[in-house]
C-alpha cells in the first residue's frame, strides 16, 4: 500500500521561505515522477513542480520558477519542495503526488497517489 506524507507546512510572512517534505512509502520510490501542487479555497489544483524518476530532470510552473525547488532523496524516500520567497496569493494547500511513470506530467489526474496535504499561509 502506497503512502504519501507531507510536512513542513505552516503560517509564514511575504517574502519568508519553507521547505516541505513528502514522505513515501509502499513502492519502488526512485523510479517515479513525483510531483507538487497546491490548491487554494474556491480553484482548482495547479501544478506547482516535478521531478522525474531515476535521474531526475525537474520542471516548474512558470510562476514559481526561480524561486522553489524540488529535489528527491530516493534513500529516504523523501521528496523535497524548497519554497523562498512566498507570496500571499500562494496561501493553499499543498500536495504531493506520484505516478506510475517515471516521466513528470503537469496534469493532477495522471498522478494516482496523493498524500494528505498540508497548509501554506502566507500573510502579508
Known amino acids: 500500500q502506497v503512502q504519501m506524507v507531507e510536512s513542513g507546512g505552516g503560517l509564514v510572512q511575504v517574502g519568508g521561505s519553507l521547505r516541505l517534505s513528502c514522505a513515501a512509502s509502499g513502492r519502488t520510490f526512485s523510479f517515479y515522477a513525483m510531483g507538487w501542487f497546491r490548491q487554494a479555497p474556491g480553484k482548482e489544483r495547479e501544478f506547482v513542480a516535478g521531478?522525474?524518476?531515476?535521474?531526475?530532470?525537474?520542471n516548474y510552473a512558470d510562476s514559481v520558477k526561480g524561486r522553489f525547488t524540488i529535489s528527491r532523496d530516493d534513500a529516504k524516500n523523501t521528496v523535497y519542495l524548497q519554497m523562498n520567497s512566498l507570496k500571499p496569493e500562494e496561501t493553499a494547500v499543498y500536495y504531493c503526488?506520484?505516478?506510475?511513470?517515471?516521466?513528470?506530467?503537469?496534469?493532477?489526474?495522471?498522478?494516482?497517489?496523493w498524500g494528505q496535504g498540508t497548509q501554506v499561509t502566507v500573510s502579508s
Open positions: 521531478i522525474a524518476g531515476s535521474g531526475g530532470n525537474t
Open positions: 503526488a506520484s505516478r506510475n511513470s517515471r516521466w513528470i506530467s503537469l496534469h493532477s489526474y495522471e498522478y494516482g497517489y
